[in-house]
């Protein structure tokens, strides 16, 4: 059975920054595509960042381009997210999530993921 566990959420100041991690259990980490969403109160859950199995494709939104940054570290079973300059708008539960299929590459890294870990909170205060 796959677990994912994310950890480093926290509160931070406006344009301070946080690393979460993500540490993935279960099965064969490389095979398969990670991605980070975030859900706001009162909003939808929506996707922040994500990162191809071969570590060769990412995808970052719009929001976040510039100062997130998604990495992997198989033999660690580990993703992570660098955020730096954060606004107080990043302020949400992310989670760390992962898909069913192994070794996509055609398949869009914003969709597919199926399996989700239990969140981490990061609040931005002024």
């Known amino acids: 059975q796959v677990q994912l566990v994310e950890s480093g959420g926290g509160l931070v100041q406006a344009g301070g920054s946080l690393r979460l991690s993500c540490a993935a259990s279960g099965r064969t980490f490389s095979r398969y595509d990670m991605g980070w969403f975030r859900q706001a109160p009162g909003k939808e859950r929506e996707i922040v960042a994500a990162i191809r199995w071969t570590g060769g494709d990412t995808y970052y939104r719009n929001s976040v381009k510039g100062r997130f940054t998604v990495s992997r570290d198989n033999a660690k079973n580990t993703v992570y997210l660098q955020m730096n300059s954060l606004k107080l708008e990043d302020t949400a539960v992310y989670y760390c999530?992962?898909?069913?299929?192994?070794?996509?590459?055609?398949?869009?890294?914003?969709?597919?993921?199926?399996?989700w870990g239990q969140g981490t909170q990061v609040t931005v205060s002024s």
């Open positions: 999530a992962t898909k069913a299929l192994a070794l996509t590459t055609i398949a869009a890294l914003t969709s597919g993921y199926t399996i």
